[in-house]
Nanobody, 125 residues
């Protein structure tokens, strides 16, 4: 059983930064890609960013490209999402998830099997 635990969310002002962490249980973290999604009230869950198992390939939604950076530390079984220049429209619950098959699309929710419980990010204007 894989467990993913997000942390690092909070209430910040527009223009501020936050770094989210996703700690994974198990010994196979380095074998899988990881992704970040978010869900705002009344909206569907949407893709934010993803990273390959090695960290050599990253993917971003257009809305966060240039502001957010996804990374991972396989020695610590942890993935990160550095969020800079935050905007009120970034307000959402942020989830990390595991992508078990490298051939699947990193952008699609259905490519992910295990999910964390989410962490709230609120950006005030």
């Amino acid at each position: 059983q894989v467990q993913l635990v997000e942390s690092g969310g909070g209430l910040v002002q527009a223009g501020d930064s936050l770094r989210l962490s996703c700690a994974a249980s198990g010994r196979t973290f380095s074998s899988y890609g990881m992704g970040w999604f978010r869900q705002a009230p009344g909206k569907e869950r949407e893709f934010v960013a993803a990273i390959s198992w090695s960290g050599s390939t990253t993917y971003y939604a257009d809305s966060v490209e240039g502001r957010f950076t996804v990374s991972r530390d396989n020695a610590k079984n942890t993935a990160y999402l550095q969020m800079n220049s935050l905007k009120p429209e970034d307000t959402a619950v942020y989830y990390c998830a595991r992508r078990p098959y490298s051939g699947s699309s990193a952008y699609m929710i259905d490519s992910y099997d295990y999910w964390g419980q989410g962490t709230q990010v609120t950006v005030s204007s």
